[in-house]
T-cell receptor, first 116, second 115 residues
Framework: DQQVKQNSPSLSVQEGRISILNCDYTNSMFDYFLWYKKYPAEGPTFLISISSIKDKNEDGRFTVFLNKSAKHLSLHIVPSQPGDSAVYFCAARVSGYGGSQGNLIFGKGTKLSVKP | GAGVSQSPSNKVTEKGKDVELRCDPISGHTALYWYRQSLGQGLEFLIYFQGNSAPDKSGLPSDRFSAERTGGSVSTLTIQRTQQEDSAVYLC?????????????FGPGTRLLVL
């Protein structure tokens, strides 16, 4: 049973436009959410995160929105650039030290293509 | 080195053979994680180390999988009697400590193909 879902396997956007990547989760215990970006043949790199006590976090062109009641988060990239073309993974975790707390649960990823 | 390194970068093996995958975490990072990504799937948690101990092995798919970490640094993931379904990218990540909002930094992965 997937606890973190990225229902769009791919997304194509024109350069300069906004990219919106979506993620849904089922576990209400998740309290920290992250987005990772992955280029081919490289490991995922951390992009941006948000704690469940916030509903928005912004870092340059990247903004993550969290809607706890809907168990939904989204990553906005504006303006999109061709170098943003990569696979984006949504991840979530239950913070803490015991047992499986702290483990990241990943979605399957969304492949973003930004066309020049 | 500046980041997490993994070796080998690619491994092709025959079904039934054992393989060892290595991870060198970022210096000073006490927490180390192993994940794998099968084709078309997300990253699947395998095991986590805090120092040399592994309090959470819940993600290991079978008893053919084991991992160890020595000196609080290098970790090896061993897969015995490999099967074709073990083919995946095995990713290692490390973080300063296992704590709230601690960012995990990933290595480039080892691509394992079992023929």
């Amino acid at each position: 049973d997937q606890q973190v879902k990225q229902n769009s396997p791919s997304l194509s956007v024109q350069e300069g436009r906004i990219s919106i990547l979506n993620c849904d989760y089922t576990n209400s215990m998740f309290d920290y959410f992250l987005w990772y970006k992955k280029y081919p043949a490289e490991g995922p790199t951390f992009l941006i995160s948000i704690s469940s006590i916030k509903d928005k976090n912004e870092d340059g062109r990247f903004t993550v929105f969290l809607n706890k009641s809907a168990k939904h988060l989204s990553l906005h990239i504006v303006p999109s650039q061709p170098g943003d073309s990569a696979v984006y993974f949504c991840a979530a975790r239950v913070s803490g030290y015991g047992g499986s707390q702290g483990n990241l649960i990943f979605g399957k990823g969304t492949k973003l293509s930004v066309k020049p | 080195g500046a980041g997490v390194s993994q070796s080998p970068s690619n491994k092709v093996t025959e079904k039934g053979k054992d393989v060892e995958l290595r991870c060198d975490p970022i210096s000073g990072h006490t927490a180390l994680y192993w994940y794998r990504q099968s084709l078309g799937q997300g990253l699947e948690f395998l095991i986590y180390f805090q120092g040399n101990s592994a309090p959470d092995k819940s993600g290991l798919p079978s008893d053919r999988f084991s991992a160890e970490r020595t000196g609080g640094s290098v970790s090896t993931l061993t897969i015995q009697r490999t099967q074709q379904e073990d083919s995946a990218v095995y990713l290692c990540a490390s973080s300063l400590k296992r704590a709230d909002q601690e960012t995990q930094y990933f290595g480039p992965g080892t691509r394992l193909l079992v023929l």
